[in-house]
């Protein structure tokens, strides 16, 4: 295992991937493949151009002929799948796009996989697939319940990861993380959303009560654990990563503004979205059999985030303009005129 194909790589944990793999393997090369959509920036690589062991491919993964051309030049005996549509927001406006990437650019990644004989093929997914859990902590043997079009796109990649591991005996390991904070998360998604507007004073949208919890994990922390499923994870089988610590949304929307010295008053809770899941919790005991276990609190997660939008506002607040502005005047103008 010397060669990877990172598909999504320029996204948000694929990015942090593509670091940790070129910082902790000086023996391994690196091809990122990724379609540049909106979520997908070469910014959070461009410390990489130059590399002998770095290449990029611009390439969406429901392209047949372009993927089996990138693993045929570039020599790939290994595939890490984070190539996805990952907003739950979104994919309540748009589920066609999520399956068509999260289901389909699976099954063509998966193809290649067998066709090329890969030593591995890795899948990232989510523990969102598991739906909602009330009580108790989800284990992997637990049944997948998605609720939102995400997650069921994200099951049906996994369920395409299954079949060809039984059908065909194509190397496979599954990942099921919870929630990533840390640098170069676009910022739509909750964190980086509250920190980006607490630091221009403008309103910090909580859905609902905001007691809906969650298990926040440092983004290197998950990488971390998926190197070592690559590298110790049987075939076949499915980890979970996470932390095991819960916090509450509303909670995390206080700390953020405790952490910048804002008023609490930036908070505005707004209508909830359709089917929110309560609560995700997982037991990561299988992962950590591997000698993998969560290095970051979830205080000590969140300072770092924090830390790191306040230092990198030229990453950031480019993004905040054009697309995304008309997303969030989708997702969030009414509900903030109705409080």
Same mark, same amino acid.
């Given at each position: 295992?010397?060669?990877?194909?990172?598909?999504?790589?320029?996204?948000?944990?694929?990015?942090?991937?593509?670091?940790?793999?070129?910082?902790?393997?000086?023996?391994?090369?690196?091809?990122?493949?990724?379609?540049?959509?909106?979520?997908?920036?070469?910014?959070?690589?461009?410390?990489?151009?130059?590399?002998?062991?770095?290449?990029?491919?611009?390439?969406?993964?429901?392209?047949?002929?372009?993927?089996?051309?990138?693993?045929?030049?570039?020599?790939?005996?290994?595939?890490?799948?984070?190539?996805?549509?990952? +907003?739950?927001?979104?994919?309540?406006? #748009?589920?066609?796009?999520?399956?068509?990437?999260?289901?389909?650019?699976?099954?063509?990644?998966?193809?290649?996989?067998?066709?090329?004989?890969?030593?591995?093929?890795?899948?990232?997914?989510?523990?969102?697939?598991?739906?909602?859990?009330?009580?108790?902590?989800?284990?992997?043997?637990?049944?997948?319940?998605?609720?939102?079009?995400?997650?069921?796109?994200?099951?049906?990649? #996994?369920?395409?990861? +299954?079949?060809?591991?039984?059908?065909?005996?194509?190397?496979?390991?599954?990942?099921?993380?919870?929630?990533?904070?840390?640098? !170069?998360?676009?910022?739509?998604?909750?964190?980086?959303?509250?920190?980006?507007?607490?630091?221009?004073?403008?309103?910090?949208?909580?859905?609902?009560?905001?007691?809906?919890? $969650?298990? !926040?994990?440092?983004?290197?922390?998950?990488? #971390?654990?998926?190197?070592?499923?690559?590298?110790?994870?049987?075939?076949? #089988?499915?980890?979970?990563?996470?932390?095991?610590?819960?916090? $509450?949304?509303?909670?995390?929307?206080?700390?953020?503004?405790?952490?910048?010295?804002?008023?609490?008053?930036?908070?505005?809770?707004?209508?909830?979205?359709?089917?929110?899941?309560?609560?995700?919790?997982?037991?990561?005991?299988?992962?950590?059999?591997?000698?993998?276990?969560?290095?970051?609190?979830?205080?000590?997660?969140?300072?770092?985030?924090?830390?790191?939008?306040?230092?990198?506002?030229?990453?950031?607040?480019?993004?905040?303009?054009?697309?995304?502005?008309?997303?969030?005047?989708?997702?969030?103008?009414?509900?903030?005129?109705?409080?």
């Amino acid at each position: 295992m010397k060669r990877l194909m990172i598909t999504g790589g320029a996204g948000f944990i694929g990015s942090n991937f593509v670091h940790y793999v070129l910082e902790h393997h000086p023996d391994y090369h690196v091809v990122v493949y990724d379609k540049l959509t909106y979520a997908g920036n070469l910014d959070n690589l461009r410390d990489l151009e130059g590399n002998p062991r770095y290449a990029f491919v611009r390439g969406d993964i429901c392209d047949a002929a372009l993927v089996e051309q990138t693993v045929r030049e570039h020599k790939i005996d290994t595939i890490v799948n984070f190539a996805a549509e990952t +907003h739950v927001d979104r994919s309540l406006m #748009e589920p066609g796009s999520f399956i068509q990437t999260d289901v389909y650019g699976t099954y063509v990644l998966l193809e290649a996989a067998r066709k090329f004989g890969l030593e591995r093929f890795h899948q990232v997914s989510t523990d969102e697939v598991y739906g909602e859990v009330l009580d108790g902590a989800s284990v992997e043997t637990d049944p997948l319940a998605p609720r939102s079009p995400y997650s069921a796109s994200k099951a049906g990649g #996994e369920h395409m990861v +299954h079949a060809y591991f039984v059908s065909f005996g194509v190397p496979a390991t599954i990942t099921r993380g919870s929630n990533n904070i840390g640098p !170069y998360q676009y910022p739509e998604k909750a964190v980086p959303l509250f920190i980006t507007n607490a630091i221009d004073n403008l309103p910090l949208p909580v859905y609902g009560d905001g007691t809906q919890m $969650r298990d !926040y994990q440092y983004v290197w922390d998950h990488c #971390e654990g998926i190197d070592v499923v690559l590298h110790k994870g049987v075939p076949g #089988e499915v980890y979970n990563l996470g932390t095991g610590v819960e916090t $509450r949304n509303i909670d995390m929307a206080r700390q953020v503004l405790r952490l910048l010295g804002k008023p609490e008053s930036l908070i505005q809770y707004v209508a909830d979205r359709p089917g929110h899941d309560r609560r995700y919790a997982l037991n990561c005991d299988k992962i950590k059999a591997l000698g993998w276990q969560s290095r970051h609190t979830f205080e000590q997660a969140l300072e770092k985030t924090v830390r790191w939008y306040v230092d990198n506002e030229w990453w950031w607040r480019k993004l905040k303009t054009g697309e995304y502005l008309e997303y969030y005047k989708r997702q969030y103008g009414e509900r903030l005129r109705q409080r």
